[in-house]
Structure formats: C-alpha cells, structure tokens
C-alpha cells in the first residue's frame, strides 16, 4: 500500500505506486501518476492531468500541473511530465502546456529547482539542471542540459538557455544563451565560457583549450556568425565533438544569443 496520510486528499482517478509517500494535507487531483519512490512531504498540490515519475522529492506549497497562466487557455486537456530523481523545493509553481504548443511542459531528469521557481506553460527542461531561487522561466522556453540558472533570474518566452552554461544572479535573459558560455546581467551579456563548471566535470585541459578558441571565433573576432560557423565546421568540431553543441546553439537560435 501506498503511504498516504490520512489527511491528504486524493482522486479516485489518481494512480500512486505503493511505494510512493504522500504527506500531510496533500491534493492529488483528477488523472495524476505518481511513481515509485516519489515523495509529496507535505501542503502539496498537483492539480490534474501530471505525470510524476521515479524518486522526486516535492516540498511544502509546491503547486504542480496547474493551469497555464495564458490568456489563450480554454480548458484544454493538456500535461505535465515530471521524469526521475528530481528535488522541488517549497512554493514551486509548475504549469501544464497549452492546445497552441504540444499540450505539454516537460520537466526531465536529476534536476534541482529551488524555493519559488516558476516554471511556465510548454517549457521543455532537460536533465541535470539547477535553478535557484526565485527564477522565473516564461512560456515556451526550452533549457538544455547541466546548466545553471542564478537566483532572481529572469528568462523571457521562447529562449534556449544551451548545455552546459551559466546564467549569473539576477540576469535578464532576452536571447539564447549559447552552450558552455556564463551570461549575466540586466539585460545579459556573455562573459565568457563555463569554465569552473567544465573544471568540476574534469574534462580535459584540451578539451577546455578547444572551446575557448571556439569561444573566441564566435565572440570575439568580429567575424559573422556564418564565417564563425564555417570555421568551427571545418577546423574544430574534429579536434573537440563538444564544439557540435556550440553549433546547434548558433543553428537552432530564433532570437540571436546572448552577446
């Protein structure tokens, strides 16, 4: 049997493996799977139509799989996935996707989001991730893999934040944010590559060497982005595979990066 306390509130229509723990004065609505191993501790809610997989820890006040804050949303039948082994600290607010988009926001694997983040409608986020506290991630926004985002961070509709980067505190983002780079400020500005974090990983100092010559083809040489590109085709991308995510950044960008 599942370990529900006697308080929590639970739908007829919810599924909780019988490993999972759910707290105090906890609301489980209408359609909600939670897996094994995943602990709601307490005054959580998820509204409806959430998928919560493997081994998650979702703290007090936590609202989860709430309706999108979209002027557009009609009652649609749309979803949140939450995948494996992630930690959501208190008064998280998590939204489903909206019928203009995949009907879906997706939340992967091994990820930290801190006291108060927002998560909104039809944002895809990879694994690996931390957010601290008080980040605000708008509608659509896709984050990739092992990056950072700074405390009080804003982060506008339909950016890419790219593995593997770093936004500093209290940064406004308005565009990509390139993989590897560190960007901070209001608006954000690059600074230069995730160094420390490429340290930590202990990638190689060849590795470091090539990225930071990548770096500064795209950043800092005055050359077109079409011209950088070229170069990191050609020259580089042999000598480090990394470099092919420095290139997605560029190729996949809609708004332009972060500068």
């Known amino acids: 049997m599942s370990q529900i306390h006697p308080t929590a509130l639970i739908s007829p229509s ?34 409806k139509l959430t998928r ?3 081994h998650n820890q979702i703290y007090q006040f936590a609202s989860v799989g709430e309706d999108p804050q979209d002027l557009k949303y009609d009652g649609e039948r749309t979803w949140l996935e939450i995948g494996d082994h992630n930690t959501i600290r208190e008064a998280c607010t998590l939204h489903r ?5 995949k009907n879906l926001t997706k939340i992967g694997n091994h990820n930290l989001l801190m006291v108060n983040t927002h998560i909104a409608h039809d944002c895809l986020i990879g694994n690996h991730n931390v957010v601290a506290n008080n980040v605000g991630i708008a509608g659509h926004v896709i984050i990739g893999n092992h990056t950072i985002i700074g ?15 770093l936004v500093g505190g209290a940064s406004l983002i308005l ?54 590109l070229k170069i990191l085709e050609e020259e580089l991308v042999t000598k480090e595979p ?7 950044s560029l190729q996949h ?7």
């Open 14 to 47: 919810a599924t909780i493996d019988e490993t999972a723990v759910i707290g105090p004065y906890c609301i489980v609505g209408d359609e909600v799977t939670i897996g094994a191993h995943t602990t709601l501790h307490r005054h959580v809610v998820v509204t």
């Open 52 to 54: 919560i997989g493997k």
């Open 97 to 101: 996707g909206t019928a203009q988009d």
């Open 151 to 165: 405390g009080n961070s804003g982060i506008h509709q339909f950016c890419r934040v790219d593995d593997y980067s």
């Open 175 to 228: 565009k990509d944010v390139a993989a590897f780079t560190m960007v901070s400020g209001n608006p954000a500005h690059v600074h230069g590559l995730n160094i420390e974090g490429m340290r930590r990983k202990k990638w190689s100092q060849h590795t470091i060497d090539t990225l930071r010559q990548a770096y500064n083809t795209i950043f800092r040489s005055g050359l077109t982005t079409l011209q950088a």
């Open 242 to 248: 990394k470099i092919q995510l420095l290139i997605d």
């Open 253 to 259: 960008s809609q708004r332009g990066v972060v500068r």
